[in-house]
């Protein structure tokens, strides 16, 4: 079984930065994409960025320039870097992992962290 940790939310004035982390924790599994998703108070769950296993990345134009998302393959973590963050950056923050896991079963699925709230606001 492997499950995903968040950390790094908060509450930050607009201009400021936060750091997101995420955590894939569990046995005998091999990650792939990785990717960050968010979702503001009455709207649909929207793609942040996404970085491939060999280090590619893609990001939304809300946040091309501003947004960098990286990996840590021999730790298992990902993370986003987040800087000169508006109100409209305000949600809650989701890690997405595609992991490769073998034990009992081999399988290949989209495994999601719980989430961790930004709030970005004076």
């Known amino acids: 079984q492997v499950q995903l940790v968040e950390s790094g939310g908060g509450l930050v004035q607009p201009g400021g930065s936060l750091r997101l982390s995420c955590a894939a924790s569990?046995?005998?599994?091999?990650?792939?994409?990785m990717a960050w998703y968010r979702q503001a108070p009455g709207k649909e769950r929207e793609l942040v960025a996404t970085?491939?296993?060999?280090?590619?990345?893609n990001y939304a134009d809300p946040v091309k320039g501003r947004f960098t998302i990286s990996r840590d393959n021999a730790m298992n973590t990902l993370a986003l870097q987040m800087n000169s963050l508006k109100p409209e950056d305000t949600a809650v923050y989701y890690c997405?992992?595609?992991?490769?896991?073998?034990?009992?079963?081999?399988?290949?699925?989209?495994?999601w962290g719980k989430g961790t709230l930004v709030t970005v606001s004076s």
């Open positions: 997405k992992m595609n992991i490769f896991a073998w034990g009992s079963s081999v399988l290949t699925m989209d495994y």
């Open positions: 569990g046995s005998s599994f091999r990650i792939n994409a």
């Open positions: 970085i491939t296993s060999a280090g590619s990345t």
